[in-house]
């Protein structure tokens, strides 16, 4: 209960920021953007081409940057929610479970651990994938058996 509730209210600390951040990238984008009407106005009035600014946004990659930062934000946010999900004991009941996606959770997760004072690293270990890509639903305790893996 003391990781769960640790676990919600980190979440939730850093929800909000990355909320923002994915908001601001977002907006970024639609106001650079020379598809819309609302751009096209200010743009003139500065003598300002959107599509000129747009080509020259590609050959200086900084549409790349704003699409990484936007993407790098999508995955911080899935990291937080198997956190959530990998600590939410209360929540735990038997139900059909899809073993792979348990499987590639419980990896994902584990795979952002890092011990500084044992020098262990997760990433540095190859983990062989062979699942059956056909696999009926398993009636388990989901959050229990992603605990255990």
């Known amino acids: 209960m003391s990781v769960g509730g640790l676990a919600a209210g980190m979440a939730h600390e850093l929800n909000n920021p990355l909320g923002g951040m994915l908001q601001g990238v977002q907006n970024v984008q639609r106001r650079l953007s020379p598809d819309l009407k609302s751009n096209q106005e200010p743009a003139k009035e500065f003598g300002i081409d959107l599509h000129n600014l747009q080509l020259y946004m590609e050959k200086r990659e900084i549409l790349s940057f704003l699409n ?51 020098k262990y690293d997760f990433r540095n270990i190859d983990i062989i994938r062979e699942f059956d890509l056909n696999l009926p639903l398993v009636p388990c305790t989901e959050t229990e058996i992603e605990q255990v893996v």
């Open 68 to 118: 990484g930062i936007k993407d790098s934000g999508k995955k911080a946010s899935e990291i937080i929610s198997n956190m959530l999900q990998f600590s939410r004991k209360s929540e735990s009941q038997m139900a059909p479970t899809n073993l792979v996606e348990l499987l590639e959770n419980a990896l994902d997760l584990a795979g952002k651990n890092y011990d500084l004072k044992k």
